[in-house]
């Protein structure tokens, strides 16, 4: 149980910032958001995602065009913001103290 | 964004004859979807398990939007790549793995919550059992209040409402009481409100059970569940639409009769008063005002029938209106169009304007105020004794005397004014009695008024008549001061001034002592306090403290004034005051009621004298 609150909290730490990343390629529809995030295993579902996104667009970090689709109704695009920018180069640099955080931990463990 | 998000079921169910199941149209944000009958329920099922799941949050109805988006295009992609007409039960399985059931839903956020990105949604938990006050918007009659607190206590809303009913019958404290709870206890909007307000647990077992009771007591509300995923829009109901709200339904309920009852009432009420407004003016308009208590002084105003239009329709008017809104209501009628009703507000707003004007043009003519004095000397008489007396009599102008007939149909009698007049008419004359530096009395007479400047006022003043006559030791005095001409009444007042020597005694009685400013008590000065009435008089005499109460044998002995006996009083009559004669009138009845009852004097019709 302990474990399984570790992993989960760990994976969550660093799922917004993944999804910011993900949509910082370009402008990209939900579905390939979670095509990118399944390929990186870190979410399975679908439903998991819409919250999220909601959230992060409420927070003024992404902002989303509609698209006319061929195949059923209009689709959100989702683009990062000039803050969602910023924070995602705070995430950045974050991410790097964390990373040597981790490796310097680590080594020499073995 | 698109504009439906529910799941819209259509009438028309059609029959696929290949496996022979029954299928459904759907409509999914504007994509319209054939879809199984078995598909459906489980799409339905899911998509219930989501909004509720959802519903808590404030970005509900936009991430359901999405989902639902998510799946319509889910749905076209696997109809387009298998080449098929309907979705089957697979498909929505499909969709419902791709997308997520609400349990991974439910581990994510716990997920969220521990990395502390905790969703508004489970803050409650603690106070998950307790009971919350919370109007009921389910189980109401009028504002929901009587069921809240029948939640609260978990006891039925009927003993409730039984208890605010009973307290109504107090003076409407429970009225009072239920209004106030009902503007401060705050409406159950969400599910997790209704929940606490029956004490039902916070969690997500809970929400199933009290999801579930709901859908098995009001079978396929998802409206209700639209309704449920927009708490914003609900939060913005205030206490007045939500008043307004149960006001109406009253009105088309239980209440309608009472309602009606109370209109008609208010109606017939306006009509009255209209009638009454102008019965009133019609009268007043026609008789002048004298024959309805009403001092005529205030009707001889130049453009008092204008005033009177002005006065009628500033009354009738909102009156009028009154009936019509009410009939209308009442009777479902058109009410008042527009034009009609502005066309009556003008007339009201010009009314008041008129009534303004004249209103303030009348109070001009009373900004100054003049006067002047006139003093006479009267006839001493041997023993110093003077009978004060009133004089009543009413006077007419030569019109009114013939055209009323006086001299054959009142032959014998004597016309006096009725007490009942004195209240409305302005009090014009006042006695104020002093001691006479001289050995024979002295009657000074001031006369004021106002106006809209001092030639004005002083003209006002001499304008007027006051009728004083001496017959030996009786001084008799008007009882008012009379106009000469027919104008407005400005305030004009006589005060009377009696200066009689050192030791002379007055004798004073309760009609004309009503008029005097010196205060003398009457009744201890009564010379016979068992059988005194009205008339009898009271003997006071002047001493150099002034006015003094003097019962002795040698006043009470001269009970009666002596003109009772003289029984002539043509002879003796003194006028003065005749200022201004010009309109003077010309005939006098004077009052004899001293004399016993049976026997009447004749009228003393006598020419009025020109200095």
Redesign the interface.
Known sequence: MLVE?TQ??M???ILEYCILCVIAKGEIY??DIIAELKKAQLL?????L??L???LK?NGLLSYNWVE?T??????YYVLSPEGRQVLEQLDKTWQELYFAVQTSIEGRK | MPCKHQLKEENNNRINFNIMNKTIIININGTVFHIEEQAYELLKEYMTDVKRHFFNSADSLEITTDIENRIAEMFTEILAREARQAIIDQDVTAVIEQMGSVKDFENAEEEGSAAGFAEPNFTMGAGATTRRLFRDPEDHLIGGVCAGIANYFDIKAVWVRLFFAVCFLFAGTGAMVYIILWIIVPKALTRADKMAMKGEPLDLQGFKRNFEAEMSTVGGRLNELRQDARPLAFQTRDFISDFFHHLTTFFGGAGKILIKVLGIAIILACIGGSIAIVVLLCATWFFGGDNFSVPDTFFNYAYINQVRVAFALLAIIPLTTLVILISSAVFNTTGLNRSAGYTLLIIWISSLGILLYHGSRVASEFRDSAGFTQTMNLKPTPNQVYYLELNETRFLTHEDSTRLNIKTRFNNMVLTDDDDNDDLEPNSMRIEIERSDVPYPVLVEEFTSRGSNYEEALSNARNTRYVFAQQDSVLKFDYKLRRLDNKMWHGEEVKLTLRIPLNATVMVNDKINRYINNSMNLWDCSPNPENRNNRTFSPFVMTTEGLQCKLDSAVTAVQEPPVQSSNTPDTVIVVQGKRNTKLTPDTIYLDSTEAPAPVRKPVVIRKYRKK
């Not at chain 1, 399975?44 to 998991?48: I, M, N, R």
């Open positions: 609150n989960t909290q994976r969550k730490g939900a579905s399975v579902v679908e439903g998991t819409y919250p996104l909601t959230r409420n689709s195949s059923g109704p209009p689709r959100k």
